[in-house]
């Protein structure tokens, strides 16, 4: 296959795999929201991380930032500013493409690709949603309690259906 086609082929597949996780974190809904953004989904992350599994880094990371640009425009989202905007979204879902860099030991993908999606989170709630922090609650506990509360949740759903999908040997699936 040409290199054209082959790129053709990948910008395809993450056109689809971006749709899918609008679908699945956006559409459906969720199974728990939070009051300030953040919700477990039904598996909303685990297409992205698959295909940056399957493509590695640089698609996954192309085709994360771009959902997270998808994400900002949707209805529901909350932006209080441009570097706030760009840390909870692009940012925060390009890092789910970071899974790419650990083809070999998928779990360990996920693991990595939502801890930096945490970590986009965390700063962006340290540093612009310090207010919704309880009295006498320190804003970086404040924010990792809060993006952690639900991103565990979305870690352990991500891990166990990526696990599945690596058993059933479904990231080579059509290379």
Do not use: C
Not at 49 to 57: A, D, K, N, P, V
Not at 147 to 155: D, H, R, V, W
Not at 163 to 171: A, F, Q, S
């Amino acid at each position: 296959m040409s290199n054209v086609a082959s790129e053709t082929k990948i910008l395809a597949e993450g056109t689809v795999i971006i749709a899918l996780t609008v679908i699945l974190k956006d559409v459906l809904p969720p199974i728990y929201r939070l009051p300030q953004g953040g919700s477990v989904s039904v598996a909303g992350m685990v297409p992205l991380l698959w295909f940056s599994l399957r493509r590695g880094l640089r698609s996954g990371l192309e085709a994360s930032a771009i959902y997270g640009l998808v994400n900002m425009v949707l209805p529901g989202s909350y932006i209080v500013d441009p570097v706030q905007g760009l840390l909870d979204y692009p940012i925060a879902f390009a890092a789910l493409g970071l899974a790419g860099m650990f083809r070999k030991y998928p779990l360990v993908g996920v693991g990595v690709g939502i801890t930096g999606r945490f970590l986009a989170h965390f700063t962006a709630g340290v540093w612009f949603f310090s207010e919704y922090a309880p009295a006498g609650t320190h804003p970086v506990l404040y924010s990792a309690i809060y993006n952690g509360s639900y991103l565990i949740i979305e870690l352990i759903i991500s891990a166990a259906i990526m696990y599945i999908i690596v058993k059933r040997k479904l990231l080579e699936i059509y290379l």
